[in-house]
């Protein structure tokens, strides 16, 4: 493309010019081409620039290429290893491409590096959760809680609602339910309700299904198992 071939020689004698950039990408998509290359060709002329990584990491979201924001997310934590950005760009590809041991590794760094973000916390109790480790799950809740969130508080609902499900005997309702399960089924429905008076306005809907399908414990229940 001549119009291409001509901001390229442009390029080289402005190169900080970022509008020659612009003009670029839009000599690009006018021409029928995917404007990514742009972007990946402006970070590999300076690997190091961290920003043109992330400007075409955005790009390579929004095409879905999970194994290339890999690829690319490694090679920009070597000139900047802490960068949270990055590492958050890095587990999310990782859990796209089903690696959950290596995004714990990237999400555990990220607990590192801020401790205080209660959203790694909860990334790395769902992945525990998904992987079956109840124990772990909840601990990752539990200190994720402790920061207060009401995002914190609906997925330790979740997590407790996963463990009371996977003790059901039968079906997860009504008489099946032994006093045990509706016990932990109530510590979900608790904090589901903190969840929504914390303003996590969806969590109300999962609150109102214990209720509905007698999944949490009423005084008649304990009565009757006294007696």
């Known amino acids: 493309n001549e119009q291409i071939d001509i901001l390229n020689e442009w390029e ?9 950039f612009k003009k670029k990408k ?7 081409e995917n404007p990514i290359d742009i972007d990946k060709e402006r970070w590999e002329k300076d690997p190091s620039n961290i920003e043109a990584g ?13 194994e290339e924001i890999v690829d690319l997310a490694l090679r920009l934590l070597d000139y900047e290893s802490k960068n949270k950005i990055v590492l958050e760009n890095l587990g999310e590809a990782y859990l796209d491409l089903y690696e959950q041991d290596k995004a714990l590794q990237v999400y555990n760094q990220l ?4 401790n205080k973000n209660d959203k790694y916390l909860i990334q790395i109790s769902k992945i525990y959760l998904d992987l079956g480790e109840y ?8 200190r994720a809680v402790k920061i207060g969130s009401a995002e914190a ?6 997590v407790y609602k996963e463990i009371a499900e996977s003790c ?23 904090d589901f309700n903190i969840a929504f008076n914390k303003g996590y306005k969806r969590a109300k809907k ?13 005084s008649r229940n304990w009565h009757m198992d006294a007696e």
Request: contains cysteine.
């Open 111 to 114: 607990v590192v590096a801020d």
């Open 26 to 32: 839009t000599a690009y998509i006018n021409s029928g």
């Open 54 to 66: 992330l400007d075409y990491m955005e790009k390579l979201k929004e095409e879905l290429l999970s």
């Open 153 to 158: 508080y609906n997925n330790r609902a979740h």
């Open 206 to 218: 999962n609150a109102n299904f214990l209720e509905k399908n007698e999944q949490i414990t009423i």
């Open 135 to 142: 124990l772990k799950s909840l601990q990752y809740a539990d």
């Open 12 to 20: 080289e004698y402005d190169p900080n010019n970022s509008s020659i």
């Open 168 to 190: 059901c005997v039968e079906t997860c309702s009504g008489d099946d339910l032994t006093m045990s399960d509706k016990v932990v089924f109530e510590m979900a429905w608790e």
